[in-house]
C-alpha cells in the first residue's frame, strides 16, 4: 500500500483544516487507516484511527470531539476532518496503513506510511 497525505497549510486558532490520504494499491479496504502527527521536538503520536470498513473510530483524548475520521473505500481515500483548531495541533501530520488488527487497533504500530503534511495553527 502506497500513501499519499495532502491539504495541511496554515490556519488560525479555531479554524478547520481537511486531511486527505490516497492509497493505492486493491487491498485498501483490508487495511486500517491512522493518523498520526509529530510537532517540533517532539516523538510521534497517535492521532486516530479507522477500522478496515469504517465502522469504528478511535482518538486520542487531545483530539477527541474536534477530529474526525473517515474513509471511502471505494475511492481509495481517507480523511481526517480538524475543527477547533489549537496551536499545539501544529505538526506534520501522517497517515499509515495497516492489515493486522492487534497492530493496528492495539498496538498503534502500523506497516505503511505516507510522507507527511504539514499542518501550523497560528495564535
Known amino acids: 500500500v502506497q500513501l499519499q497525505a495532502s491539504g495541511g497549510g496554515l490556519v488560525q486558532a479555531g479554524g478547520s483544516l481537511r486531511l486527505s490520504c490516497a492509497a493505492s494499491g486493491r487491498t485498501f479496504d483490508t487495511h486500517a487507516m491512522a493518523w498520526f502527527r509529530q510537532a517540533p521536538g517532539k516523538e510521534r503520536e497517535f492521532v486516530g484511527a479507522?477500522?478496515?470498513?469504517?465502522?469504528?473510530?478511535y482518538y486520542s483524548e487531545s483530539v477527541k470531539g474536534r477530529f474526525t475520521i473517515s474513509r471511502d473505500n471505494a475511492k481509495n481515500l481517507v480523511s481526517l476532518q480538524m475543527n477547533s483548531l489549537k496551536p499545539e495541533d501544529t505538526a506534520v501530520y501522517y497517515c499509515?496503513?495497516?492489515?493486522?488488527?492487534?497492530?493496528?487497533?492495539?498496538?498503534?504500530?502500523?506497516?505503511?506510511w505516507g510522507q507527511g503534511t504539514l499542518v501550523t495553527v497560528s495564535s
Open positions: 479507522i477500522t478496515w470498513r469504517g465502522d469504528d473510530t
Open positions: 499509515a496503513a495497516e492489515h493486522e488488527f492487534r497492530k493496528a487497533l492495539i498496538d498503534y504500530k502500523y506497516t505503511y
